[in-house]
């Protein structure tokens, strides 16, 4: 493809149209930049949404795939591989959790929590079956992940949805303690809503609902998908609102931009069979090793706190831009996962303006901007890159 307009013709020729797509072609990435076809670089703060947790094509990465596909790509789960058991033993060992099983997306590994809550309801709670979710929630496109979700312009064209499923706003406690029946088996919630615009729910939120889960015998489910594996300052989101879910899923980051999740639970709700689950490509070897070579870098590097400290860096300049820029409505998040709100629906062009100086960012609501770059990211990258953004920002004259 030679002409930067063939793309694009291609696109509108040969694809379903159901996404939007940035107006480059990437044809290769490096640490924390995206270079495009004609060699122009771009500061990647969106990575993929929050899922090259280690910058593109880390050496890390290219070792483990190109080491682990001369070995062993790929093997049925009805044998043991190394890299599968190896994952999951530093998953277990840096968390509460006990057990895990391995998916290939964050709404599989939401599929399989949700259907392990169901077993656990008929088999430990005299069936019960409905799940409290939250308004605002984004947990994957799948049926029953769009169901759980919380867009309504996500599941409207799909119905009849699947049933069970009831919806609360997010951050209200007393919300779900009303919408608790006897037929409740579980509340499912991300810590912080991502693809929502990075809302993060008040300190004692999550403890009040895990008190109440206790309370009335529910479990917990947390969507950590976008939070987990260090996105927030702590390698789990759990961690920083002081609390321990039943169970947890993980995606994006946790492979570094391989296809790989995760589902975790503690052992009183693992209540899975042989037979009950099963998945082809899930756990294979060729993912795993690369799961686990991203997930160690992560634990010896202490990436976690490094996220946390890079994480001030961000709070301080955003604070400052909302200080003095009127337009700036609001700014919200915790280590490298943040929104900035504005007060009326520029998100768009100011990522498109932001393109135009070399840097990537997403707009996650019509009114607000989102920054997940990578993990990695150096302290002078994440300076140019917000330099870039609030030169965007203070130069946005355009008319409403
Ligand atoms: C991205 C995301 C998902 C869906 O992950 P896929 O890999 O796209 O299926 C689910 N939950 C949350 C919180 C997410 O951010």
Not at 45 to 50: L, T
Not at 184 to 206: K, M, N, R
Not at 250 to 278: N, Q, T, W, Y
Not at 327 to 336: A, Q
Request: glycine share 10%.
């Amino acid at each position: 493809m030679s002409k930067t307009t063939d793309w694009r013709e291609k696109e509108a020729r040969y694809f379903m149209r159901a996404g939007r797509r940035m107006p480059i072609l990437t044809v290769r990435g490096e640490g924390s930049f995206l270079f495009d076809e004609a060699g122009k670089r771009y500061l990647d703060f969106f990575g993929g949404p929050a899922t090259i947790s280690l910058g593109h094509s880390h050496p890390v990465i290219v070792d483990a795939l190109t080491d682990q596909a001369r070995k062993l790509i790929h093997v049925s789960n009805q044998f043991y591989s190394i890299p599968q058991l190896q994952l999951a033993e530093l998953l277990i060992e840096h968390s509460v959790f006990d057990r895990v099983y391995f998916m290939n997306s964050g709404a599989e590994a939401n599929e399989g929590a949700l259907k392990l809550a169901r077993k656990w309801g008929k088999e430990k709670k005299h069936g019960a079956f409905e799940i409290i979710a939250a308004e605002n929630a984004f947990h994957g496109r799948t049926l029953q992940a769009v169901t759980a979700g919380g867009t309504e312009r996500y599941k409207a064209p799909f119905g009849p949805l699947p049933p069970g499923y009831v919806h609360v706003p997010f951050n209200d406690v007393d919300a779900i303690k009303r919408a608790t029946n006897a037929n409740t088996v579980a509340v499912f919630l991300e810590p912080i809503q991502g693809e929502g615009g990075i809302i993060v729910p008040d300190d004692d939120y999550l403890k009040q609902v895990r008190a109440w889960c206790d309370e009335q015998r529910l479990l917990l489910i947390l969507d950590e998908v976008q939070t987990g594996c260090g996105r927030t300052g702590r390698m789990f989101a759990y961690e920083l609102f002081g609390i321990e879910p039943d169970i947890m899923t993980l995606g994006k980051g946790i492979g570094g931009g391989v296809p790989l999740s995760a589902f975790l639970a503690k052992e009183h709700a693992a209540v899975f069979a042989p037979g009950d689950h099963g998945t082809t490509y899930g756990g294979e070897p060729l993912m795993t090793r690369v799961g686990y070579e991203v997930m160690r870098y992560m634990v010896e590097q202490d990436l976690p706190a490094q996220v946390a400290s890079k994480g001030k860096i961000v709070e301080r300049r955003l604070h400052s831009l909302l200080d003095r820029c009127p337009s700036v409505t609001g700014v919200r998040g915790k280590g490298l996962m943040w929104a900035i709100e504005f007060n009326r629906d520029i998100g768009e062009r100011l990522t498109n303006a932001a393109l135009e100086n070399g840097l990537i960012v997403n707009n996650v609501r019509p009114n607000a901007v989102r920054l997940t770059p990578p993990l990695t990211v150096s302290d002078e990258e994440l300076e140019q890159g917000l330099a870039i953004l609030e030169h965007v920002i203070e130069g946005d004259v355009a008319p409403k």
